[in-house]
């Protein structure tokens, strides 16, 4: 705030939300060429003006456009709200480098900036108009269940001959959001945050579920199960945010290691519930006979639904679940054992590691599906059992533990010498060193990685369609050829399955980041001057 | 409690494995061995002899027992035989079983399976005992010749006089063996919880008890890999035989490839997998020069202080980061086809370009005419490099003029290209029907709407990874570097060229690497888009031939080549890179 | 053997003794761990109980193996029939997206031609059509590599019957139960439609025309284009989803394949008001024959038969007007009425005979040939014995073509069933 050469007269005092206003400028358009007096300030807020006329300009002459009458008024309002502020936000721009003259100080900031607000104006106006007046989302609501949990599960909730089996996947849905908050509940997530985005996710979900329009399934019966489910999230989270509070570290770890298991169990139970083998069917039969709770387990007797039936995204998570958790193990066996200096350890691992890696996934998952059975089919009792799933989510493993391995052993080398000698020296034996010294050590520090990793899995389930496995993307892209209804509505399914894909993996890096925020991994560099 | 838990459990799921290998395995050496021959006619067709049998069963074995021994570093001194004694008494077990079967009678049923898992098991018992080289050294004492020798010669006779044992060892087999290597286990895991003894002893021990583990998993693979290459189901020996000639008949169906012509009707299926391979390799490359380009332009964009350019470049980077590719691809292709303009409304650029969803016709000229560009672009370069063999002058005069110089190659070479240029030339032969209409063929080229898509997507998919590699090793040079540059009044240009680009190509390449092998073998997507590149092809043919090893084993050997490929080259460049030691 | 007591033990097993509390120990653990495991094994050997009905898998095996033992290698190979009734289920190889032949609409209904006889024959071997049948989609690139990987039981999906795939592809074809060609499928805007009687091929000369790779459609337009030198360029797509997307997006100007689902295409395109200003018209010529018939294995005899006669059952009952309606009170004095409703004749394997109401059954679920057919193509109301003439509301008419029955001057014949 010093007098400057440029006007000779020092400005008056700033209040914050001029301060403020100027440092944006600053980062959006560059250096003024009047910094530091007050003809600065004035011109901000000639930009702010012009800014603000055009907005409502634009806003009233959109609102008022001719559309449709399939468009309703949300989308109209929607519509014209977004495209008129950053049309106003380019004026704005525009205004302010032309009469601050930020060109002639900062050309390429200046530059930048006015490119990058085109660009901004024009991508957003592109999405606007395809997402809220061209499409035709009827497609997406009439068909919630199917892309859902597949063909067999919409046609038991819908047709009376067969009996409806969505109530299996309820006490899996219970149980997801329990772990979920108490996952939350023990971790350094602050109340507030968590509070907020649980909120926001929650109502999308119930205004996707809850939508009546084109519903063919119980609408209320659903309000009330996601109600439930979503009370037994925040009963969770408050009930261990409240036990880690007052317990010790170690206390926590424990029972971090407990729900850590109760997951691996959630994803056994979703596989046995939604298809119970024949020593569940006789376990629930035994149970079903104690009086007062046994009627709980007499659905469990019957056969299920077999997981040649099983579709949508449904599928995906399963598959994709296998991948990681199975994957992760058989990461960490292949990673000791390419580092090991036993040959009889050391070959095998290289050559399963390099022969699986050097093929894309398409071909190992086209392999698991024709090749494959004739390899184990001796093994099975029955070859029948051995599923179109279950070989997917045997490729899976295999494919994402050679990349994991490959992650692991990156670890693996970067772990201190100093820490294997000394537990040398206090007496531990290889197998013990391994499993308590080193790979806690090469998981902490490449656990980002491997979530990533993940990921990759995750968005590699869209390959099932490839080999006719009914997944949510198949579902999705053949809709518009067998919805009657909703003929030729091409491109909706496909947005809306990149952007459900798209949520997911999202939700997933922002773990990873929060992870290594936790593990203390990121460091600060330079070069922004760059 | 929990531990006796676990070891109970680990015992039954160690049974269970060598029993449900094990009871196949018996019945496939049987089928593989039995002769039936009537009338001078062998009705079993998997029939291939017990000699066979029993050598590829032994050489699997022999090639997991030397493994286990790891006497490999032992033969660099051949003259000391005791250091690889054991390994060649491996070898010589081996041709003496080889020797006994063809001199002696072993039934199928029975003596044959009994030899050939009896072995391993034998082995991996003397394995774990560890008095081989000291027997054959002969420096052995009565105890290790009395504990290793017993169970040998008891073995051997068995397995000669098996007729005459009890039915109960012979019904059983399975159980006998999985018993053995059940209690072999324990006794394995024992010893090796001791932690008695120096560590080579553990590890032998360890070598002999994953030995002795994976003794039924190999030996079930490998005598069904036999049974599958003979097996008597005609379809599934179809599917297995390793035979390519199958690849010299004509191809069956149609694909769209350039440059490399392959014509339905005339030209042998090995000329289309050719063609496809060029369709894949141009695709990657494409891809890989554009998604570099784009990627560092984002990734720098990342780190300038315009928040606006490097919020959207931040936004770029996650959108398509998180975005799978198929459905990316799937998406880009039915949106083009559904925004591009029909064909027959001929939307061009001023007569030059035509673009429609049909295809996308650009001006060509003739092909000296680029050749003479290409030679007048290498020949400067050149010139340059020549120039600047001292060290090149980098103050700002002699930049401008060495960018002049190239503005003007580059001008001239246009203008060159341009004289020679033809433009796409649209023929009406039924005007009513605008199906006919089409772009007379030497007078364009043509860029099919697959091609555009499938590199669309992939460079829009890999320039975001691209954008965070670059901005990761950017971010990682040393502050102090930059703020030096600084300092010393380097213009921005030669503080990119003489400082950061050095230092961030260095953590640059590796992760580049990656990414590029990445690309290729996510080139196998063009499935999804109807581009006809190798994936594709090769996958309609396993439906149309039903060989399907030979055509995945081609599939995973293209994949690999190029991916070593690329990864030769950058590894080249990395050398050059890092040549100067910072 | 060689007894030995513990202190021998010691040398002989264990390298140093102090090992020998720690071996005591582990061999408590292991002891008591075995004792564990055998009640466990036993337990639940005890829990896993077979169901009784008929034939079990393990019969199936004892089969294969007694076969085995006699000194062939594979004995005569275990029929279909006995491993679905072991299965308790039926797996069909069906299409989803062809309205008319084999369908699957979005809440998860089946209908169509196809899914009509796979029905049918479910309910010839006594199972309940409604629930006792996994569909498995297959593509028209996988699904003979299924049927020959046993993952389906019979492919019923628009399949021609060729030579080279009756020879070459492990395939056994029986029953045609849909004589179709092949058409095309012409956008009106792009290709000028000249009318029927000037209709020539070179109509299509330069039109951009989509096709299935993989199939038989494929190969027979090539030849045509070929031979007629029309001048078309021929695009392939991986299956009817894409070819229809890019119909009514421009790329293609037409998709040909079998008639039938040309015309269900058009059918459902205009229905719903999809590429309103394409003026979709079909090509009056048919490229080729497509008899599309359903698909067993090679070798599979008694399946085979089953296969084939359900239909032929289906066509005798309508050359014989007896209905779902009326065939509970249908004159069973006329002997061939009798043999048709009452008896077996023979089909099914020595485990597994057809009942002897067999064909009572199929009639109760799906009906005959002209109720199935109605039900595929028409509005559902035919009283199945009226004729051809008498089914309204048809998107593909069956009075006038091959489909019908041979009394109305149609291909669908039945030989005698006695």
């Known amino acids: 705030m010093s007098s400057d050469s440029f006007s000779g007269r020092s400005p008056r005092p700033r209040s914050d939300f001029e301060i403020a206003l100027l440092d944006v400028e600053v980062g959006f358009t560059g250096r003024s060429s009047e910094e530091g007096t007050d003809k600065d300030i004035v011109f901000s807020y000639l930009a702010l003006a012009v800014g603000s006329i055009w907005f409502l300009l634009m806003f009233s002459s959109h609102y008022s456009m001719e559309l449709s009458e399939r468009v309703s008024s949300i989308d109209r309002l929607l519509y014209s709200l977004g495209t008129s502020f950053f049309q106003s936000f380019l004026i704005w721009i525009l205004t302010l480098t032309i009469i601050k003259r930020t060109f002639l100080r900062t050309p390429s900031i200046a530059l930048l900036?006015?490119?990058?607000?085109?660009?901004?104006?024009?991508?957003?106006?592109?999405?606007?108009?395809?997402?809220?007046?061209?499409?035709?989302?009827?497609?997406?609501?009439?068909?919630?269940?199917?892309?859902?949990?597949?063909?067999?599960?919409?046609?038991?909730?819908?047709?009376?001959?067969?009996?409806?089996q969505n109530w299996r996947l309820w006490p899996v849905i219970y149980l997801t959001w329990g772990l979920f908050g108490a996952a939350y509940g023990l971790s350094k997530?602050?109340?507030?945050?968590?509070?907020?985005?649980?909120?926001?996710?929650?109502?999308?979900?119930?205004?996707?579920?809850?939508?009546?329009?084109?519903?063919?399934?119980?609408?209320?019966?659903?309000?009330?199960?996601?109600?439930?489910?979503?009370?037994?999230?925040?009963?969770?989270?408050?009930?261990?945010?409240?036990?880690?509070?007052?317990?010790?570290?170690?206390?926590?770890?424990?029972?971090?290691?407990?729900?850590?298991?109760?997951?691996?169990?959630?994803?056994?139970?979703?596989?046995?519930?939604?298809?119970?083998?024949?020593?569940?069917?006789?376990?629930?039969?035994?149970?079903?006979?104690?009086?007062?709770?046994?009627?709980?387990?007499?659905?469990?007797?019957?056969?299920?639904?077999?997981?040649?039936?099983?579709?949508?995204?449904?599928?995906?998570?399963?598959?994709?679940?296998?991948?990681?958790?199975?994957?992760?193990?058989?990461?960490?066996?292949?990673?000791?054992?390419?580092?090991?200096?036993?040959p009889i350890l050391k070959w095998p691992s290289v050559s399963i590691i390099e022969i699986v890696?050097?093929?894309?996934?398409?071909?190992?998952?086209?392999?698991?599906?024709?090749?494959?059975?004739?390899?184990?089919?001796?093994?099975?009792?029955?070859?029948?059992?051995?599923?179109?799933?279950?070989?997917?989510?045997?490729?899976f493993s295999l494919f994402g533990g050679v990349y994991i391995a490959e992650v692991i052993r990156g670890g693996l080398q970067a772990v201190d010498s100093g820490q294997k000698e000394a537990a040398m020296a206090l007496g531990l034996t290889p197998i013990q060193t391994k499993?308590?010294?080193?790979?806690?050590?090469?998981?902490?520090?490449?656990?980002?990685?491997?979530?990533?990793?993940?990921?990759?899995?995750?968005?590699?389930?869209?390959?099932?369609?490839?080999?006719?496995?009914?997944?949510?993307?198949?579902?999705?892209?053949?809709?518009?050829?067998?919805?009657?209804?909703?003929?030729?509505?091409?491109?909706?399914?496909?947005?809306?399955?990149?952007?459900?894909?798209?949520?997911?993996?999202?939700?997933?890096?922002?773990?990873?980041?929060?992870?290594?925020?936790?593990?203390?991994?990121?460091?600060?560099?330079?070069?922004?001057?760059? | 409690m929990s531990s006796t838990i676990i070891?109970?459990?680990?015992?039954?799921?160690?049974?269970?494995?060598?029993?449900?290998?094990?009871?196949?395995?018996?019945?496939?050496?049987?089928?593989?061995?039995?002769?039936?021959?009537?009338?001078?006619?062998?009705?079993?067709?998997?029939?291939?002899?017990?000699?066979?049998?029993?050598?590829?069963?032994?050489?699997?074995?022999?090639?997991?027992?030397?493994?286990?021994?790891?006497?490999?570093?032992?033969?660099?001194?051949?003259?000391?035989?005791?250091?690889y004694a054991t390994s060649l008494f491996g070898v010589l077990s081996v041709l003496v079983v080889q020797l006994m079967i063809s001199i002696l009678d072993f039934t199928p049923t029975e003596g044959l399976p009994f030899l050939i898992i009896g072995m391993p098991v034998l082995a991996s018992y003397l394995?774990?005992?560890?008095?081989?080289?000291?027997?054959?050294?002969?420096?052995?004492?009565?105890?290790?010749?009395?504990?290793?020798?017993?169970?040998?010669?008891?073995?051997?006779?068995?397995?000669?006089?098996?007729?005459?044992?009890?039915?109960?060892?012979?019904?059983?087999?399975?159980?006998?063996?999985?018993?053995?290597?059940?209690?072999?286990?324990?006794?394995?895991?024992?010893?090796?919880?001791?932690?008695?003894?120096?560590?080579?002893?553990?590890?032998?021990?360890?070598?002999?008890?994953?030995?002795?583990?994976?003794?039924?998993?190999?030996?079930?693979?490998t005598i069904r890999f036999l049974l599958l290459l003979n097996n008597p189901d005609t379809v599934t020996r179809e599917r297995w035989n390793l035979d390519w000639s199958f690849m010299n008949d004509l191809n069956s169906f149609i694909i769209n490839v350039w440059p490399v012509d392959a014509v339905f009707g005339e030209d042998t299926r090995w000329r289309f997998y050719i063609a496809a391979i060029v369709n894949s390799a141009r695709a990657t490359l494409l891809s890989i020069v554009l998604c570099t380009i784009l990627g560092i332009f984002i990734g720098v964009m990342r780190l300038s202080s315009n928040k606006l350019a490097s919020s959207m470049a931040t936004v770029y980077v996650e959108v398509f980061r998180n975005l799978p590719l198929a459905v990316l691809l799937f998406l880009i292709a039915t949106q083009l086809g559904e925004t591009l303009p029909l064909f027959r409304e001929e939307a061009n650029l001023n007569g030059w370009l035509y673009y429609s969803n049909k295809g996308i016709w650009t001006p060509t000229t003739e092909t000296w005419r680029l050749g003479l560009f290409l030679i007048l672009l290498i020949s400067v370069w050149i010139a340059f490099r020549i120039m600047g063999r001292d060290g090149v002058d980098d103050s700002n005069r002699a930049v401008l003029q060495r960018s002049g110089i190239w503005g003007a190659t580059t001008v001239l070479g246009i203008a060159l290209m341009i004289e020679g240029a033809t433009t796409p030339e649209v023929v009406k032969p039924i005007p009513e029907s605008p199906a006919s209409w089409s772009v007379v063929e030497s007078t364009a080229f043509?860029?099919?709407?697959?091609?555009?898509?499938?590199?669309?997507?992939?460079?829009?998919?890999?320039?975001?990874?691209?954008?965070?590699?670059?901005?990761?090793?950017?971010?990682?040079?040393?502050?102090?570097?930059?703020?030096?540059?600084?300092?010393?009044?380097?213009?921005?240009?030669?503080?990119?060229?003489?400082?950061?680009?050095?230092?961030?190509?260095?953590?640059?390449?590796?992760?580049?690497?990656?990414?590029?092998?990445?690309?290729?073998?996510?080139?196998?997507?063009?499935?999804?888009?109807?581009?006809?590149?190798?994936?594709?092809?090769?996958?309609?043919?396993?439906?149309?031939?039903?060989k399907l090893i030979p055509l995945f084993i081609l599939l995973l050997v293209t994949y690999q080549a190029g991916s070593l490929l690329i990864s030769g080259f950058m590894n080249a460049y990395n050398a050059r890179v890092t040549r100067v030691r910072i | 053997m060689i007894w030995v007591s513990e202190q021998h033990l010691v040398p002989f097993f264990a390298e140093s003794l102090y090992m020998v509390p720690i071996l005591k120990r582990t061999m408590q653990r292991l002891i008591a761990a075995t004792l564990m495991l055998t009640m466990m094994t036993a337990a639940f050997a005890g829990c896993t109980g077979g169901d009784d009905d008929g034939l079990t898998q393990d019969d199936v095996d004892q089969a294969r193996e007694e076969g085995r033992l006699a000194g062939i290698a594979e004995a005569t190979p275990v029929s279909t029939l006995d491993t679905i009734m072991a299965r308790d289920s039926l797996k069909c190889g069906v299409k989803e997206s062809q309205w008319g032949m084999g369908f699957l609409s979005t809440d998860g209904v089946r209908s169509g031609l196809d899914i009509e006889y796979c029905k049918a024959i479910a309910a010839a071997i006594g199972l309940d059509p409604m629930t006792q049948i996994e569909w498995i989609p297959a593509s028209s690139q996988d699904r003979f590599e299924k049927l020959a990987s046993e993952e389906i039981d019979v492919l019923i999906r628009t399949t021609t019957w060729t030579t080279s795939r009756d020879a070459d592809l492990n395939a056994d074809f029986a029953g045609i139960n849909f004589y179709d060609g092949q058409g095309i499928l012409i956008r009106g805007d792009a290709v000028n439609n000249p009318g029927a009687d000037s209709y020539t091929s070179s109509a299509l000369s330069g039109a951009n025309i989509c096709v299935g790779t993989g199939t038989t459609t494929e190969g027979n337009l090539a030849d045509w284009n070929t031979v007629n030198s029309v001048g078309a360029t021929v695009v392939g797509v991986a299956d009817a989803a894409e070819g229809t997307q890019k119909l009514v997006a421009g790329e293609c100007d037409a998709f040909t394949g079998d008639m039938s689902a040309m015309v269900a295409k058009k059918y459902t395109l205009e229905l719903d008001g999809t590429c309103a200003d394409c003026q979709l018209w079909i090509a009056p010529e048919l490229l080729s024959k497509e008899p599309l018939a359903a698909a067993v294995r090679d070798n599979d005899d008694d399946w085979k038969d089953v296969v084939e006669w359900v239909w032929f059952g289906m066509v005798t009952a309508e050359e014989m007007s007896i209905t779902s309606d009326n065939y509970a009170t249908a004159d069973t004095s006329v002997p061939a009425v009798d043999r048709l409703l009452n008896s077996n004749l023979g089909l099914g394997t020595e485990a597994n005979p057809l009942p002897d109401t067999w064909m009572q059954s199929v009639l109760d679920s799906v009906g005959n040939y002209g109720e199935a057919y109605d039900n595929s193509f028409c509005d559902g109301t035919y009283?199945?014995?009226?004729?051809?003439?008498?089914?309204?509301?048809?998107?593909?008419?069956?009075?006038?073509?091959?489909?019908?029955?041979?009394?109305?001057?149609?291909?669908?014949?039945?030989p005698p069933m006695r």
């Open chain 2, 127 to 221: 394995l774990l005992l560890g008095d081989l080289p000291e027997i054959l050294s002969i420096r052995a004492s009565r105890g290790q010749y009395l504990r290793s020798g017993i169970p040998t010669g008891f073995f051997i006779l068995l397995s000669l006089f098996l007729t005459s044992t009890p039915m109960v060892i012979r019904q059983n087999m399975v159980q006998l063996f999985s018993a053995s290597i059940v209690i072999l286990t324990i006794f394995a895991w024992v010893m090796i919880k001791s932690e008695s003894g120096d560590p080579r002893e553990q590890d032998r021990r360890f070598s002999a008890l994953v030995f002795m583990i994976s003794v039924p998993g190999v030996l079930f693979v």
């Open chain 2, 7 to 83: 070891y109970g459990i680990s015992i039954w799921l160690l049974w269970s494995y060598c029993s449900k290998t094990l009871t196949p395995t018996i019945g496939s050496i049987t089928d593989l061995s039995r002769s039936f021959v009537v009338n001078g006619v062998e009705l079993n067709p998997s029939y291939i002899g017990e000699n066979q049998v029993a050598w590829w069963a032994s050489a699997a074995i022999l090639m997991l027992f030397l493994l286990a021994l790891n006497e490999f570093g032992n033969i660099i001194n051949p003259r000391n035989l005791n250091g």
């Open chain 1, 357 to 395: 890696r050097s093929g894309p996934l398409i071909c190992w998952l086209y392999f698991a599906m024709y090749l494959l059975p004739d390899i184990v089919d001796p093994l099975f009792s029955n070859p029948e059992d051995f599923d179109n799933i279950i070989r997917m989510m045997v490729i």
């Open chain 1, 113 to 164: 900036g006015v490119g990058s607000a085109v660009a901004v104006y024009y991508i957003v106006e592109l999405s606007l108009e395809i997402a809220l007046l061209t499409m035709r989302w009827d497609i997406i609501w009439a068909n919630r269940v199917l892309t859902l949990l597949g063909a067999r599960m919409t046609e038991a909730m819908t047709q009376d001959y067969l009996p409806s």
């Open chain 1, 435 to 530: 499993r308590l010294v080193e790979l806690p050590n090469a998981i902490r520090t490449t656990l980002p990685t491997i979530v990533s990793q993940f990921i990759g899995l995750w968005k590699d389930t869209t390959l099932l369609f490839i080999i006719n496995i009914l997944d949510f993307f198949k579902i999705a892209k053949d809709m518009p050829n067998t919805d009657l209804s909703f003929l030729g509505y091409f491109l909706e399914p496909l947005y809306f399955s990149a952007v459900v894909f798209w949520v997911f993996a999202f939700y997933l890096s922002r773990v990873s980041i929060g992870v290594e925020k936790g593990l203390g991994l990121i460091k600060d560099g330079g070069g922004e001057k760059a």
């Open chain 3, 383 to 414: 009283d199945g014995h009226s004729g051809s003439a008498a089914m309204t509301g048809c998107v593909l008419d069956r009075a006038g073509t091959d489909n019908a029955l041979v009394s109305e001057g149609g291909l669908q014949f039945a």
């Open chain 2, 446 to 546: 043509e860029i099919t709407p697959m091609f555009t898509a499938m590199v669309m997507g992939l460079t829009l998919f890999t320039a975001s990874v691209v954008a965070e590699v670059v901005r990761g090793s950017i971010q990682s040079l040393p502050r102090g570097q930059v703020e030096a540059a600084v300092s010393l009044a380097l213009t921005p240009y030669q503080r990119l060229r003489l400082v950061i680009l050095p230092q961030a190509l260095r953590s640059m390449i590796p992760l580049l690497n990656s990414q590029y092998m990445n690309v290729w073998k996510n080139s196998s997507l063009a499935i999804i888009v109807a581009y006809s590149d190798v994936f594709y092809v090769i996958f309609v043919m396993m439906n149309n031939v039903g």
């Open chain 1, 189 to 342: 997530t602050k109340t507030k945050t968590f509070s907020m985005y649980f909120l926001i996710g929650t109502l999308v979900i119930l205004a996707y579920a809850l939508n009546p329009e084109y519903a063919n399934y119980n609408v209320n019966g659903a309000r009330t199960k996601l109600l439930y489910a979503t009370s037994i999230a925040i009963l969770a989270f408050a009930t261990f945010r409240y036990y880690s509070n007052i317990s010790d570290e170690y206390m926590v770890n424990r029972v971090k290691r407990l729900i850590l298991l109760l997951a691996v169990f959630d994803f056994i139970m979703a596989i046995l519930i939604m298809d119970p083998p024949i020593f569940l069917q006789s376990i629930a039969a035994y149970l079903e006979l104690i009086p007062v709770i046994g009627s709980l387990f007499s659905p469990l007797t019957e056969p299920g639904v077999p997981p040649s039936e099983w579709g949508g995204l449904f599928v995906n998570i399963i598959v994709a679940a296998a991948g990681c958790v199975l994957g992760l193990g058989v990461g960490i066996l292949l990673a000791f054992g390419r580092q090991s200096k036993l």
